[in-house]
């Protein structure tokens, strides 16, 4: 299978400020990949898929000038929190596919805004 | 919508006891299935799936699963499970032709040695 990395593992960072979230497929190219939140106790649930070379696709609910995404690259998608507010704190999932359909999962981002 | 329900949050289970886990899904079309487990401190990795044909399939590690497609199920088994099965399991559903995975609750599996 694919192997997913994610960087940082976790931040704690001030409410306001911006965290930016790295995955990266380390031995497949990936025009598509997948971001997921879990809250404690909860589902992972999908908040946007990142596409390569173009625009995110943002599940409903989920605002898309709060949570950038740029796949600038077929290895590599960010996730942006602007201004982040302690509510945004969770764990930040990616994940990718190769034409298989199945998708292989990053290792996630713990984000804690104080 | 569709959506995806696991109706076992919690369970304990001693050693070499028989495990099953249950998963229903609500959508009428085509259908990818997968159960996905989470070690503790560990990312999710790929239990199982099911795309099409034998409605029953093996996974890893000893895991199957059956579809029952006039139930929508998708339930996770295992004949005697090991302390080493202490995880979260997740069931999950593609529909159509997406690749969006819609994720149940999760089940926690404790197996007590």
């Known amino acids: 299978g694919a192997v997913v990395s994610q960087h940082p593992s976790w931040v704690i960072c001030k409410s306001g400020t911006s965290v930016k979230i790295e995955c990266r497929s380390l031995d497949f190219q990936a025009t598509t990949m997948f971001w997921y939140r879990q809250f404690p106790k909860q589902s992972l649930m999908l908040m946007a898929t990142s596409n390569e070379g173009s625009k995110a696709t943002y599940e409903q609910g989920v605002e898309k000038d709060k949570f950038l995404i740029n796949h600038a690259s077929l290895t590599l998608s960010t996730l942006t929190v602007t201004s982040a507010h302690p509510e945004d704190s969770s764990f930040y999932i990616c994940s990718l596919n190769i034409a298989s359909e199945t998708q292989y999962f990053g290792p996630g981002t713990r984000l804690l805004v104080l | ?113």
């Open chain 2, 1 to 113: 919508a569709q959506s995806v329900s696991q109706h076992n949050h919690h369970v304990i289970l001693s050693e070499a006891a028989s495990l099953e886990l249950g998963c229903n899904y609500s959508y009428g079309g085509t259908v990818n299935l997968f159960w996905y487990v989470q070690y503790p401190g560990q990312h999710l990795q790929l239990l199982l799936k099911y795309f099409s044909g034998d409605p029953l399939v093996k996974g890893i590690k000893g895991f199957e699963a059956e579809f029952i497609k006039s139930k929508f199920s998708f339930n996770l088994r295992k004949p005697s499970v090991q302390w080493s099965d202490t995880a979260e399991y997740f069931c999950a559903v593609t529909t159509d032709s997406s690749y969006k995975l819609i994720f149940g609750s999760g089940t926690r599996l404790l197996v007590r040695p």
